[in-house]
């Protein structure tokens, strides 16, 4: 699992910043080491939380990320997928990339044990505008740390195009 997870965490790395392929390979390495080679990965605890909000088939989404602990997560990354697809054209903030037709990766970089990570903030445009849309959201990504409580780090939204907030 570490393989694959350094694999997604390379590359997000790679496209989002620019970095020359294979550049990830370094902290992949290290992740593989230490405690993670001995079958016990370190542990932390991470949650996101935002809300979402749509009108006219634009969706506005804002997050924040927070390691309760208790190892610090050298790297993190969240997938937010959506059930309609994305415009052709999207302007993305800096740490996001297109993934598939209807998904996103954001890099959320470092998360400290018990310390806020960055909020992000993006907007997207849904092909047809549609009257409601499910987000997804789940961490792909955490540097080779283990989270034994997965459930606060995945999130299912129904949002409706009324212009309203919905959390989570």
């Known amino acids: 699992m570490v393989g694959r997870a350094c694999?997604?965490?390379?590359?997000?790395?790679?496209?989002?910043?620019?970095?020359?392929p294979g550049a990830g390979a370094a902290s992949c390495a290290e992740?593989?080491?230490?405690?993670?080679?001995?079958?016990r990965a370190a542990e932390a605890e991470l949650s996101f939380h935002g809300a979402a909000v749509l009108a006219d088939g634009?969706?506005?989404?804002?997050?924040?990320?927070?390691?309760h602990g208790p190892a610090a997560v050298p790297d993190a990354t969240v997938r937010l997928r959506w059930s309609a697809s994305l415009e052709d054209r999207l302007a993305l903030p800096g740490g996001c990339v297109r993934a598939e037709r209807r998904a996103v990766l954001c890099r959320v970089g470092p998360l400290?044990?018990?310390?806020?990570?960055?909020?992000?903030?993006?907007?997207?445009?849904?092909?047809?505008?549609?009257?409601?849309?499910?987000?997804?959201?789940?961490?792909?990504?955490?540097g080779g740390t283990a989270d034994r409580g997965r459930d606060d780090e995945r999130r299912r939204v129904l949002v409706l195009d009324t212009g309203d907030t919905y959390y989570f």
């Open 112 to 142: 400290p044990a018990g310390g806020p990570g960055v909020q992000v903030r993006l907007r997207v445009g849904l092909r047809g505008a549609p009257s409601e849309v499910l987000m997804e959201f789940a961490a792909v990504w955490s």
């Open 58 to 67: 634009r969706l506005d989404v804002r997050f924040l990320s927070r390691n």
């Open 31 to 39: 992740a593989g080491s230490g405690a993670v080679a001995r079958g």
């Open 7 to 20: 694999a997604v965490g390379a590359a997000v790395l790679a496209l989002v910043a620019g970095a020359a």
